[in-house]
């Protein structure tokens, strides 16, 4: 009965069109009411503690990091690094972005700010080369879902606060299925390319390389001292996110000049807005999370799905469709705070190892950024490339579909992800 409580509050208030962050707490509040624990001072507690984490600090930091980089000309360089590398090729604009997503991933963490880039900056190269808009559009969303995979990556921040699970560890565990999720769609694109008639741009010469080479090193340096720093111990996730900001904010305006004192207080606004609504949301979702450990809501959920629990590749699927349907109608963040905690205690009582249960978590959360009605990354491209959503979401589903293949691919096989994981971990 609790759990029916719980989510038809939420989900009611959810399709009143309340903000999730309220409509999580008119759920926490409709459930203490049900269990006689109403009482505004608990409430207002566990919204205070829930933004109290030292480990959330990255958030704002890792966000303020895409915002300088995006400002300051380390994202353009990456994306003319691609250029130069694979540009010549046939459908070579596709496989431009693709490296370009990938390399911003390693940078940033943030779709959003990933796809925001590389729609301003290729999307309109791609359609005067005669690549349908729609593909384009399509194929610019499916990289920049790339990004809360591959570290640092915000969303396995989240995860890792709201399951008690190891945010380095997720780090390490993203790299190979990110670079998965960018080879499927390279392999789509050359498919559906290979039938368009567009000629692809001028092979560049090794000068050229080795220029956009030399002036990019400085952008590609940041994600080395990401990895070598929490491999090495040297500082934690929420230190190397301070690191990542720095060192981009460093960059940006004594190396490549282009970071304006009006444009970084541009970026610390931006990175401050998209902060407070994350920051609300995990406020929020506590008042939840303390709910759910006190209705012992994992444990009826284990109850309930017993006969799955032999079989961990069923359950896993199981888990997964639910994602996906959810992930249509919400956005990442909120689908993490609100299942996390549900769900990581079932699939540990499956045996399912919680680092690679994060993985397919984010991935499959991530899927869900470019699934229509939500899909908050259709809505960056439709808006940055002035474009309907529905011409976007029609232009996804041939990358839509290749990730998806990724999902089953590691859930068939989990050592895809776990011998890369344990083997940077001994």
């Known amino acids: 009965m609790t759990i029916v409580i719980f989510v038809g509050a939420l989900l009611g208030a959810i399709a009143l069109g309340i903000p999730v962050a309220y409509a999580l ?18 409430l207002a507690q566990n919204v205070l503690e829930g933004a109290n984490s030292f480990p959330l600090l990255a958030v704002p930091f890792f966000m303020l990091a895409g915002e300088i980089m995006n400002a300051g000309g380390l994202s353009r360089r990456i994306i003319d690094l691609a250029l130069a590398l694979v540009g ?32 301003a900056l290729l999307l309109p190269m791609m359609v005067k080369a005669g690549h349908a808009r729609e593909r ?3 194929l610019i969303a499916s990289a920049g879902i790339i990004a809360p995979v591959i570290p640092p990556s915000i969303p ?10 190891s945010i380095g560890r997720l780090f390490m565990a993203g790299i190979v299925p990110g670079v998965l999720m960018g080879v499927a769609i390279a392999v789509a694109w050359w498919w559906l390319a290979r039938r368009e008639a567009v000629a692809p741009p001028a092979r560049a010469g090794w000068p050229e390389v080795l220029r956009a080479a030399r002036q990019a090193v400085w952008a590609m340096v940041l994600p080395l001292i990401v990895l070598v720093g929490l491999k090495a111990g040297v500082f934690t996730p929420t230190e ?33 807005r998209t902060t ?42 199981a888990i997964l469709g639910l994602l996906f ?5 919400m956005d990442l963040t909120p689908t993490i705070l609100i299942l996390a905690p549900v769900l990581v205690p079932v699939v540990k009582a499956a045996g399912v190892d919680p680092v690679y249960f994060g993985v397919l978590f984010v991935m499959m959360g991530s899927i869900g950024l470019v699934t229509p009605p939500v899909g908050t990354v259709l809505n960056v ?35 895809l992800v776990m011998v890369p994981y344990r083997w940077f971990y001994g």
Not at 248 to 267: D, G, Q, S
Request: hydrophobic share 65%; proline share 3%; glycine share 8%.
């Open 25 to 42: 707490l008119l759920a926490g509040v409709a459930l203490m009411t049900h269990m006689g624990l109403f009482d505004p001072q608990i």
């Open 88 to 119: 010549h090729v046939r459908g070579g604009l596709g496989f431009v972005t693709i490296v370009a997503a990938v390399l911003l991933a390693s940078l940033s963490g943030s779709a959003v700010a990933d796809t925001a880039a590389l729609a």
């Open 136 to 138: 384009c559009g399509g």
């Open 156 to 165: 396995f921040v989240i995860f890792g606060v709201a399951a008690n699970v």
């Open 240 to 272: 190397a996110a301070v690191v990542a900001a720095v060192y981009a904010w460093l960059v940006a305006t004594l190396v490549y000049r282009e970071l304006t004192w009006r444009k970084l207080l541009e970026t610390f606004a931006a990175a401050a």
């Open 276 to 317: 407070a609504v994350i920051m609300f949301l995990v406020a929020a979702a506590a008042v939840g999370a303390w709910l759910i450990t006190v209705a012992n809501l994992p444990g009826q959920l284990i109850e309930w799905l017993q006969p799955l629990l032999d079989r961990p590749t069923l359950l896993l699927l």
């Open 325 to 329: 349907v959810v992930g249509m109608a």
């Open 381 to 415: 491209v439709a808006g940055v490339g002035r474009m309907k959503i529905q011409h976007v979401a029609r232009g996804v589903w041939p990358f839509l579909l290749a990730q998806l293949l990724v999902v089953l691919l590691l859930v068939l096989f989990p050592a």
